[in-house]
């Protein structure tokens, strides 16, 4: 359960009724959650929402002008510049912050197992979205591959990395398909210490779609095997349906030639200032180092 993301930039008010309220620093956003089925617990805090969203008509609210060229929250000791978009998300999702102490913690554990020894801890980072684990991780010294197939979202996560001062750390920024780009670096005979992916649903990899359903099995077996032997990998999703203890067997599949502990699996669900609790999916992570 991710209770500490309330930290300064980010808090889950209330959800219910099929809606969530969120505070993203300046802004209170209302917006849809099918998950979100119970009822409200304090329905009249949500009058002071200054943004809303609705899939018909968009975005409104006395807080849309101020908002759209963007506003800056820190959570998690991170500089992150928001703006909502067309499909109703701002661009950062609470549910990741959850896994950040872990990530840290095995990027730091193989930085101090090489000492001066580099080479840096090498980190790819699958369906990247805006960035928040390429800066946490960047940050932490390691060198990351951000893959994401949507330009905007590409330049976006370039921009979150600048605000927090490594616009010239070693990132590569990489628009394409993450299949397709995973499978280019099984080819090539590349190996990372770390693999992050949190695959949506559904999606566009440009010249293919991403089905989560049919491809995530083949996509996890291909990073498995880009993994060093003491690599890590972590795998979240959120979309509907889909069970932390479905993405564990998936991942113990994929790892059955690899030695190490079992995956851990768990739920992202957060807590919301009114005592409810919201359902964000869930994670299987792995670690093969001892
Ligand atoms: C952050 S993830 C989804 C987050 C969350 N797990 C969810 O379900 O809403 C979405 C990102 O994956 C990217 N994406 C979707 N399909 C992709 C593909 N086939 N290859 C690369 N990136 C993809 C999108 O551009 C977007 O930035």
Same mark, same amino acid.
Request: charged fraction near 15%; glycine fraction near 18%; hydrophobic fraction near 40%.
């Given at each position: 359960v991710v209770d500490d993301v309330a930290v300064d930039g980010y808090q889950l008010l209330d959800a219910g009724d099929g809606a969530r309220l969120e505070r993203f620093g300046a802004h209170l956003v209302d917006r849809p959650h #099918? !998950? #979100? &089925? $119970? %009822?409200?617990? @304090? %329905? /009249? $805090?949500?009058? $002071?929402? @200054?943004l809303r969203f609705d899939r018909d008509g968009g975005w409104t609210g006395p807080g849309v002008a101020g908002a759209r060229p963007g506003w800056g929250i820190r959570v998690a000791g991170v500089d992150l510049r928001l703006r909502p978009t067309?499909? !109703? *998300?701002? /661009? +950062? +999702? %609470?549910? =990741?912050? !959850? *896994?950040l102490d872990w990530l840290r913690s095995q990027v730091d554990a193989r930085t101090e197992r090489r000492k001066d020894a580099a080479p840096s801890v090498e980190i790819l980072n699958l369906? #990247? =979205?805006? !960035?928040l684990h390429t800066t946490v991780l960047a940050q932490r010294g390691a060198h990351v591959t951000h893959v994401d197939s949507a330009r905007s979202a590409v330049d976006w996560a370039r921009q979150n990395a600048a605000a927090n /001062? &490594?616009? @010239? =750390?070693p990132i590569r920024w990489i628009v394409d398909d993450v299949r397709a780009y995973a499978a280019r670096e099984a080819r090539r005979g590349r190996r990372y210490d770390g693999v992050i992916l949190d695959p949506p649903a559904y999606g566009h990899g440009g010249r293919q779609a991403w089905r989560l359903a049919d491809h995530l099995p083949d996509l996890l077996a291909t990073c498995t095997g880009l993994l060093h032997a003491d690599g890590f990998l972590l795998l979240s999703a959120h979309s509907e349906g889909v069970r932390p203890g479905d993405l564990g067997t998936l991942l113990v599949r994929s790892l059955r030639s690899s030695t190490g502990p079992a995956p851990e699996v768990g739920d992202s669900t957060l807590v919301s200032a009114a005592g409810g609790t919201l359902e964000m999916g869930g994670y299987a992570r792995w670690s093969g180092a001892s």
């Open positions: #099918a !998950g #979100a &089925l $119970a %009822p409200r617990r @304090d %329905p /009249g $805090a949500w009058r $002071a929402a @200054d067309s499909a !109703g *998300q701002v /661009g +950062f +999702f %609470p549910e =990741h912050v !959850g *896994q369906f #990247a =979205h805006t !960035g /001062g &490594l616009a @010239d =750390h």
